[in-house]
């Protein structure tokens, strides 16, 4: 046997499981209408969630800075490759989170990695909702840290799990907003949590970042709290690419020093900077409340279509559950007939015999496409 037929061998196992996942190919810009494997569909797809991520005013950004800078800055941040435009960036975000230190990651991926793997170690427990994403499940495994697997949103499990393992310093991490269910932490009750027992709270904000709370600052600061540890991600709502953690001045430093994923890898184009830099203008001003009062009503009025989906009555991401796997892949299938992208999630993305069509509505979407999807999506729903 070679390593290929063992590649074979199991493709056509997932194949068999109905897990086999194949691309599609996307031309042009990103958005509410994209032109998928050559046809143009209205998309509920993307994280894109203010429809900033084919906005001119980025691209242009990202061409002068190409332009003054050239690509790519040729080392990691410790080396040779500490642009003025990382700096620059690092501190528009501190000013805009309101926080002390700010360090930038090359994604979202990376950054819970490098904030898990880096400030969590063998000594400590980590407590992390069975839901959190896979970044953080990877960053938890790599901390070595003791894990406690917390029933989804339950606020006295990671209350008796901080009372079991007191004296051990204890990191409490959640998503805020779940990316596929659209459900919230309640993030209030954890930071109090945190608080009283003398735990880090590490929250990532990847998918309320831009389009949801004050200014677009998240679910953490509409909720009044401040966690140890906020991870934002730059390519969703914000329409960019990138990450960043949002801390203290000494935790951004020992990151700089620790976070290997950080440490020993190349820093992010200046290009890349400046489109984000352009997104946090856009995001953070009234332009910003406007596109995130569209997306609340979209949000709202598809679940006035369809009552069975789930998620917070004003989330941008509104899951419907099928449960078989072959049957939501069925459902993107019927609805691409009609050019309308709803992605099927299966497992191992989401708990098995929950699969689902994961619907997420853009402010760059018209009323009329979320009456077209709720219209097309009755019939999945009514099974
Ligand atoms: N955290 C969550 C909750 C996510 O959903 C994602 C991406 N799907 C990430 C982190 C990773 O972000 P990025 O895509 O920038 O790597």
Not at 184 to 213: I, N, S
Not at 293 to 309: G, K
């Amino acid at each position: 046997m070679t390593l290929d037929d063992d590649a074979r061998a199991e493709l056509r196992a997932l194949d068999a499981a109905n897990g086999l996942r194949v691309p599609r190919i996307v031309d042009g810009r990103q958005g509410p209408r994209v032109t998928l494997d050559g046809v143009e569909v209205t998309s509920f797809a993307s994280n894109d969630y203010l429809a900033l991520a084919g906005d001119r005013r980025l691209a242009d950004a990202a061409a002068a800075a190409a332009e003054e800078h050239g690509t790519g800055v040729g080392a990691s941040r410790l080396i040779v490759g500490n642009h003025r435009r990382h700096v620059g960036l690092e501190r528009a975000i501190a000013d805009w989170m309101r926080c002390d230190g700010v360090r930038l990651f090359a994604n979202g991926y990376a950054a819970n990695v490098g904030v898990l793997s880096a400030l969590a170690g063998p000594d400590d427990v980590v407590i992390s909702d069975e839901l959190d994403h896979a970044s953080i499940i990877d960053g938890c495994r790599l901390s070595r840290a003791t894990i406690v697997v917390a029933k989804h949103r339950d606020v006295a499990a990671v209350e008796r799990a901080l009372v079991e393992y007191r004296g051990r310093r204890c990191f409490v991490v959640s998503e805020s907003l779940f990316s596929m269910d659209g459900d919230l932490a309640d993030v209030r009750a954890l930071a109090e949590l945190c608080k009283r027992h003398d735990a880090a709270f590490v929250l990532d904000e990847a998918h309320a970042l831009g389009a949801r709370g004050p200014e677009g600052r998240g679910v953490a600061a509409a909720a009044g709290i401040v966690p140890d540890v906020l991870v934002g991600t730059c390519g969703k709502a914000l329409g960019s690419f990138g990450a960043f953690v949002a801390t203290t001045r000494a935790v951004a430093d020992w990151l700089w020093n620790r976070a290997r994923p950080f440490v020993f890898s190349t820093g992010l184009p200046p290009m890349v900077t400046a489109a984000t830099e352009a997104a946090i203008a856009i995001v953070r001003g009234s332009e910003g409340d406007d596109r995130r009062r569209v997306l609340s009503d979209h949000a709202r009025r598809f679940r006035m279509r369809i009552t069975s989906a789930g998620g917070a009555p004003d989330s941008a991401i509104a899951p419907l559950v099928i449960g078989d796997d072959r049957e939501v892949m069925h459902w993107t299938g019927r609805l691409l007939e009609q050019r309308v992208f709803v992605q099927g999630i299966r497992p191992p993305t989401v708990p098995e015999g929950t699969a689902r069509l994961r619907v997420s509505v853009s402010a760059g979407h018209r009323t009329e496409d979320i009456e077209q999807v709720a219209d097309l999506l009755h019939d999945a729903v009514r099974r």
